[in-house]
């Protein structure tokens, strides 16, 4: 049975000033690969509607937020590796440094992987008899996950979400779940600055790692796997703690490709073989690249092409001579312009199992003239395994 | 923040004879802006279906006609200024002339406004200690609104549609109420048509209006408003009661105009003016320009095409440099082959905030080819949020 590549560029629509990033990059090979495919533009939630990267892959890959959304702790937690169980609550962790009651830096002197990693020893491991997971991941970034009987994820966070006052935790609706939840994570934040000011590794930053913000509370809970659903083997090869976390929170392997770190200095390529040799052991991979959605985010529009250009170069014809159909698309625009994602939509090729058209190249303008028209998030998986000749017959 | 107008042209769209009415037009100001911006075509309520007036508005608006749609009545009568009240049941209402039981002149010989708002007082203020309010609009129109406990809007017209035989009020459900509504409406047109037959303004007319015609009953009910569910401050700019009073329902503000009649010989520039003006205090405007739809029903092609030169000279310029996200559209399209309204689409420009497209013209033929493809009344509004840098991102 034919296999699929689902390449998702992180934020790669955009809009002209006066030329797109991707009107205006160099990528002969995506440029052939819309000359021989069929192209079109894809609303990944719905039209206008402005998606979060956590609510758009999920659509993308056929889970129906709606009904699948658990919030971004959930998320984040299982792709920093955390085996979650039915009833954790799990949130995005950072350390922050913290003067007084004062947040006086976010990514606390913007710290290394390596010494965050060390500081989580301090992390305490219980509080109330709820069981505490701490996982760093990424310099300041990670997930923690409160484990235990009668826990709700109807809590605040306690990252302020810029410099000033530390948040408490409330809760945020009436129930004893909440209050004991918004209780232990106060309780839990006092005993880990105590233990964090301590730590040797803090004591010569200037800026120390001694507080822990906490955001994005969400419940965990099992769903029908991406196997069950849609028949698949799937792995997942990306960066972003996020996107692995998508991938486990559906049942799909996840890679581990040196060298793809989620950000701009990415190995492109070794992402590409990795998702090409996948393809021996799996018949779904759910390949992510993060870059463009960064640079659209800091407004840089020659990183944005940059970003283009080398995964054009060094991923794109790795992955056109897989034998694989291939769907190559974003999740969202992320404007230069703008900084922020928007509800524009987002080209989208498809090569392998499809009719062609005469579109000639990839971006956005000459996709919206594309053979598949304006489809949405929840017509990719349906796409996926029509093309690839799995889809169910609806009737007889 | 930005702002934005959404300029509806009602009955816009057209079937080609062998050009329609917009494909006919010299209109360098709406080309240009087809030119300048994106392009696509709209179904106001859904692919191929035939939009009233009312729920067309609701559906732009942002407002499902399916749960927000409370009949016609209501909506006139809030177009004419009343203030309604939770329960109140409403009508449109029409002077007609009566000779026995039969109408003789469902316009009662067209009488003039002046006429129609002194016959006004004529008209009895409660029946059976239910309070009826009665208001004149233009010519013959109107609309009455009873007010009282156990009060139901399922009852029918009055108004026989055509000449003949004078309806009675007949109950459309078992309830109680209706029934007592119904006998209501039956003694108020006879209490109505005893004083208004003794008017003296009614002794020289050959058609006297001694007759209240009653269509379209609803129950007002109130609603989250667009300014809770949108965060826009909003004012209309329109002539016609209707479009006021969608536009009051939604609790917008409706700008009085002078020279904005609703008619062929609205002051289209003083519309232009007022919306421009506007946006000093408020952050949407809701044009509306009638012209268009009325030549639809009278087949009157050249009209039609009039509305639209005019339009597209006496009030596009002004807004197009407003500074504000400009969005032109129709409610429906009412082909003048057809005289009435149709269920093809509109076409749609989007100017500001959007990607371009390379239609050069604004016609339901080039729009069919825009970069926005064909979208749905019920996307207007996260359209307008959007390119407004407005929307809320749904996930994180």
Redesign the interface.
Known sequence: MKKAILLVIDGLGD??TPK?PLQAAKKPNLDRLAKEGITG?LAP????????????HLQLLGYD?EIY?CG?GPLEALGVGIKLQEGDVAFRANFAAIQGDKITDRRAGRIDTATAAKLAKYVPKQVDGVQIIFKTSVEHRGALVLRGPGLSCCVSDTDPHALGEMGECHPLDDSPEARKTADIINRFTTFAMDALSKAPENKKRPKPANVILLR?AGHYKKLPSFHERFGFNAVCVAGGALYRGVASYLGMDVAMVLGATGDKNTDLAAKAKAAVKALGQYDFVFMHVKGCDSAGHDGDFAGKKKMIERLDKEAIPLLAKSGACLVITGDHSTPVS?K?????EVPIIVYGGERKDDVKKFD??SC??GGL??IRGKDVMPLILNITERAEKYGT
Chains 1, 2 share one sequence.
Request: charged share 15%; hydrophobic share 30%; aromatic share 6%.
């Open positions: 809009l002209p797109t533009m939630v719905g039209r206008f509607i402005v998606p979060g990267s956590d609510t758009s937020p959304y971004r994005g703008l922020a994602h928007s509800g524009h956005e303008l919206a003239k028209g304006h």
